[in-house]
């Protein structure tokens, strides 16, 4: 299966899901429980299918992906921990509640943004006392593993096998600048860190 369209299908449905708990939310809080009631009963099938979808593709996120840091989990738990509270809350009218699972969506939508943010940062700070090579071997291992394996080969989430990469220096440099597709876009990193990143890369060929 294509990796990368899965991670965009799961956009699409969790965006879906926010929308539709967006407008029960403002229908709760307008007090228009009439409406309420009737879009709730004529999205019935509606929600399950995209509450099915949101499960099944986050699942398989979790399990073909590469490994997930702490924030991830708790965007995770965020999710899960609204559901319960989403279906009282709208369930019986009870405002606070349903405002509470909506934020707690919203907020891991707004975590799961700065968790992607902070893993295609490069952190060299404490790498400056190690010599060249083993100062590009550290930034691979610190930001590149998770996707690609210490080998190059793991293929992690559709990631090529970078032991069979054709590409010399400068076509590596550009996508490791500025990503493609499934490859995250690793834009703060230094020309001299890039440098002996790309060279470390080289090393892993066959
Ligand atoms: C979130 C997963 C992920 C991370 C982290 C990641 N990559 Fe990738 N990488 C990919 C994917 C997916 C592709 C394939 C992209 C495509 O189809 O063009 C790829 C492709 C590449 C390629 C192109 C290989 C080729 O021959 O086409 C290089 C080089 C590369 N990555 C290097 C790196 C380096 C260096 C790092 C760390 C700074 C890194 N990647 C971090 C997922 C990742």
């Not at 899965?6 to 699409?12: P, Q, S």
């Not at 996120?61 to 965007?75: C, D, H, M, N, R």
């Not at 190059?152 to 220096?169: H, Q, V």
């Not at 440099?173 to 990143?197: H, R």
Request: charged share 20%; net charge positive.
């Amino acid at each position: 299966m294509d990796y990368h369209k899965i991670v965009l299908f799961h956009r699409i449905v969790v965006s879906l899901f926010l929308l539709h708990y967006v407008v029960k939310l403002a229908l709760l809080l307008l007090k228009k429980s009439d409406l309420l009631a009737t879009y709730t009963a004529k999205t019935k099938v509606a929600e399950m299918v995209v509450s099915a979808l949101f499960l099944l593709t986050g699942v398989y996120l979790i399990v073909a992906g590469p490994a997930l840091v702490t924030l991830q989990w708790i965007k995770i738990a965020m999710v899960l921990a609204s559901i319960p509270l989403a279906i009282i809350g709208f369930k019986r009218g009870n405002v606070l509640l349903a405002i509470l699972s909506v934020v707690l969506i919203l907020g891991a939508y707004g975590m799961a943004e700065v968790a992607k943010k902070k893993r295609n940062q490069v952190k060299t700070e404490d790498l400056s006392a190690l010599a060249d090579k083993e100062k590009g071997q550290a930034i691979y291992t610190q930001s590149c593993t998770s996707c690609h394996g210490p080998a190059g080969d793991a293929m992690i989430g559709d990631a090529k096998n970078l032991r069979e990469s054709k590409m010399d220096d400068a076509q590596m440099s550009v996508i490791i600048k500025n990503g493609n597709a499934g490859m995250p876009p690793f834009k703060d990193i230094s020309d001299e860190d890039l440098k002996l990143l790309v060279s470390y890369v080289q090393t892993l060929k066959k």
